[in-house]
């Protein structure tokens, strides 16, 4: 593809940048004379650039040729994840052109009308120099650095072309903003130095990008480090060829508007040369939802064609957009209720996607209507209908099932309204545990499972923008990492279920693991703490996250034998750093919910704790307190007659009401506990210059207590056996822990975090075993 453009231009720059994310090659040449628009290169080189097309038509103006690079490889999402991010990013474009470029162009002007006879080179480092002093350009910075504050990129939690277009336009103002001026502004330039690691920038023109690259550094704040995200492989595909674009073809039907979208994973457009419209609508959905011979268009939603509860009832316009679209939409039904004198049909109907259901209105002249009035809570069904505006109070639309030529109703799957587990009264946590393999048909199960789903895909993102590597670490092990001995064992030396047998001995008459599967007793781990060591000490920053598993007898609302744990692994950073990274993991995580799961806690909020949404809002804007134990145990003793365990003796642990007295009543928000007497702390965990204590820290919160324990971890092998022989624990077990600190120690921390804690806290729900899909614990594996 052609790019006109003035090589170094603004214009080129952004476009450029996009194109080289996606993998689109495009050759700049020079436009054939210059615009009525444009400026000199110095000042930024505003102009009209255009795109030429492979079918021969043309684009002009940056932001639509950005939007068309966009749709060339939806999947990197450059446009945004969803349509409300989409809406967003069209707005940082206006903003960035209606603001940011608007000054550079009228401070320009001005300038030329005050110094006409100034070279270019001179008139616009002084438009820049002024314009970066102004008031103007002050409400700007102040403006983005609030929005930036919790977020990494403008939209969503990916790049966009809004990054793209702001970044490059605000770097000719950072090029000559104050230093002391940018220390107010510390949110802004994190984010900028962010885009500058993720986008690839222009190095046809030598100097911009280089002067781009210095000024990631020169321009982070030293108060605040920059946020270093893993760069995509694929933003280095420079020299990648350009996407074979197919001619003039059937793009997404049913909408009648010319443009570019995406089926079968080619780039498509209709050859009328209009504005790109992205294949993302309800009228991309309507015009390829009954065509068998396209495969769903990523703007379905789903596999199948069928589109999801929550598009239609939980989105911003609570599915206006989609009235008069013909759909598919399939689930499960809570309630079915037969009116006007059983002309018709209310079925309410829920496929999990949301909290919300669809109301579904059935005629009785549509095909299998008699069999509909037969039918309870719990069916399953599948309607094709259309979308229309609802009269009904609290919904927008419902789904209109009359036209018998047109319109079809299909029960997938019956159930008996008699027998059926799940009516529609509320039922207790307990009887649902009773019903496990049902129970994520409830409201609470339902909403925690959609919770849960998000704060997973917020941990990875968490770590993968901060360019940690996901390992994955082994779940059988030789070895126990906590030194409590509590583990489940795995073994192939006993007899089958039902079966006699007798195990092989040695000489002591003791089980002979030697003939055992691996050689040697093994267990199920208790962490992946030890084994992602290996690889922080090869790769840096490295994290894990699976299943883990103790033999505790603890039959209490906080415990289970198998649970979830996200653990990081830092070289190179001691246990100030590992506070750092665990207190912004918490808020990051806590802040993703806020984002994208509100009307599931306004569910927690009203059903399960009142005021939910308020406390986790406290979480993400109180700084944690951090204090260490012998400080905590100070404070508790004074007041230990507020307590059942009482705080009597230094070195004992902490218990749950200990840190929740910490966290609740003295400081009323998170506190980091650090420093903790070695006796009550892993072998692992680095020995502090008193001997008495370790560099160990606990992260406790309101309501919750303890979520996350961390360290920095041992890295001197004399003082690594010292404290594994005082702990009673083998040292050949752990010959291969011990090499790390042979062959190139480095100081390194990490954490661990149990991941259904974590779901205790942002949805109020008490109780482990409600948290996770199947709980375990004693006397209880069913399902």
């Known amino acids: 593809m052609k790019l006109r453009a003035s090589a170094g231009s603004l214009a080129a720059r952004k476009i450029l940048s996009a194109a080289r994310y996606v993998g689109l090659a495009v050759e700049v040449e020079p436009p054939a004379a210059p615009t009525a628009s444009s400026l000199t290169q110095s000042t930024g080189g505003f102009e009209i650039p255009k795109l030429e097309l492979p079918d021969g038509y043309e684009l002009s103006y940056v932001n639509s040729i950005l939007r068309y690079v966009a749709g060339v490889m939806p999947s990197k999402q450059l446009y945004g994840e969803t349509f409300a991010n989409t809406a967003e990013v069209d707005q940082w474009l206006d903003w960035t ?86 220390k107010d502004y510390p949110c802004v330039f994190r984010w900028f130095n962010t885009v500058l690691h993720w986008a690839p920038q222009f190095d046809d023109e030598p100097a911009p990008a280089a002067a781009a690259s210095t000024a990631a550094a020169a321009l982070a704040p ?123 049909c209310f079925v309410e109907l829920n496929d999990g996607s949301c909290l919300k259901s669809l109301q579904v209105v059935v005629d009785k002249a549509v095909a299998g209507f008699d069999k509909l009035l037969k039918c309870g809570a719990g069916c399953s069904f599948r309607f094709v209908g259309t979308i229309v505006e609802s009269p009904a109070k609290g919904q927008a639309v419902e789904l209109a099932v009359k036209d018998p030529n047109a319109h079809t109703m299909t029960i997938l799957g019956e159930a008996d309204a008699g027998a059926y587990p799940l009516s529609k009264k509320q039922h207790s946590r307990e009887f649902l545990r009773e019903i496990g393999h049902l129970r994520p048909r409830s409201n609470l199960i339902g909403a925690v499972a959609r919770v849960r789903s998000a704060l997973a895909m917020a941990t990875h993102r968490f770590f993968q923008d901060r360019g940690f590597l996901y390992i994955h670490t082994p779940l059988i092990t030789c070895c126990d990492c906590e030194g409590a001995g509590e583990m489940f064992q795995v073994t192939t030396v006993l007899p089958k279920v039902g079966e006699k047998g007798n195990a092989p001995v040695d000489k002591e ?65 001691d246990l100030q750093q590992d506070m750092d990274c665990a207190e912004a993991y918490v808020k990051y995580c806590v802040q993703w919910v806020l984002d994208n799961c509100m009307a599931d806690l306004e569910f927690f909020d009203l059903r399960v704790e009142k005021g939910l949404v308020d406390r986790l809002r406290h979480i993400v804007n109180s700084p944690f307190v951090r204090i260490t134990y012998t400080e905590a145990f100070e404070i508790l003793q004074k007041h230990k007659s507020k307590f059942q365990e009482k705080p009597e003796q230094w070195g004992m642990d902490l218990g749950s009401e200990h840190e929740r007295y910490l966290t609740e009543q003295v400081y009323k928000q998170p506190v980091t506990v650090y420093n903790y007497p070695k006796e009550i702390k892993a072998f692992y965990m680095r020995l502090n210059n008193d001997d008495r204590t370790v560099a160990a820290m606990d992260v406790l919160l309101p309501k919750i207590g303890e979520v996350i324990g961390g360290s920095q971890r041992e890295e001197r092998l004399d003082v690594l056996d010292r404290r594994i022989k005082d702990m009673g624990l083998p040292l050949e077990s752990y010959w291969w822990y011990r090499d790390l600190r042979k062959y190139g120690s480095v100081p390194h921390a990490g954490f661990g975090l149990g991941f259904e804690r974590l779901i205790m806290l942002v949805t109020g729900v008490d109780n482990i075993r409600d948290v996770i899909p199947f709980p375990r614990y004693p006397g209880h594996a069913d399902f």
């Open 222 to 344: 030293t108060s605040q480090p920059s946020a270093k995200p893993s760069k995509p492989s694929a933003a280095a595909a420079a020299a990648a060829a350009p996407v074979p674009v197919a001619p003039a073809a059937a793009a997404a039907a049913g909408s009648g508007v010319g443009g570019i979208g995406m089926a079968n994973g080619t780039l498509v457009t209709n050859g009328t040369g209009s504005t790109p419209f992205a294949a993302d609508g309800p009228s991309a959905v309507a015009g390829l939802i009954q065509d068998t011979n396209h495969k769903v268009p990523q703007a379905s939603f789903s596999f199948g064609g069928r589109v999801r509860v929550s598009v239609l009832v939980a989105s911003e316009d609570m599915g206006a957009s989609w009235v008069g679209k013909l759909i598919t939409v399939c689930g499960w039904s809570r309630t079915i209720r037969k009116q006007g004198g059983g002309t018709f």
């Open 509 to 573: 008459q003791k089980i002979d693991y030697s003939k055992d599967f691996f050689g040697k007793p093994a267990f199920l781990t208790v962490s992946g703490q030890l084994a992602v060591e290996n690889y922080a000490c090869a790769l840096s920053d490295v994290y894990t996250f699976g299943p883990t598993f103790r033999a505790e007898n603890s039959n209490t609302s906080r415990h289970l034998a198998e649970f979830w744990m996200i653990e990081p692994e830092m070289a190179f950073a």
């Open 97 to 182: 052109d209606k603001h940011v470029d608007y000054l550079l162009r009228t401070y320009h002007v001005e300038q030329a009308k005050k110094q006409p006879s100034q070279s270019d080179s001179a008139r616009g480092q002084a438009v820049l120099r002024r314009l970066a002093a102004s008031d103007e350009v002050k409400k700007l910075l102040e403006y983005l650095n609030e929005h930036m504050r919790p977020r990494t990129f403008l939209v969503g939690y990916t790049l966009t072309i809004a990054d793209i277009s702001l970044s490059f336009s605000a770097y000719e103002l950072f090029k000559y903003l104050e230093a002391e001026r940018r």
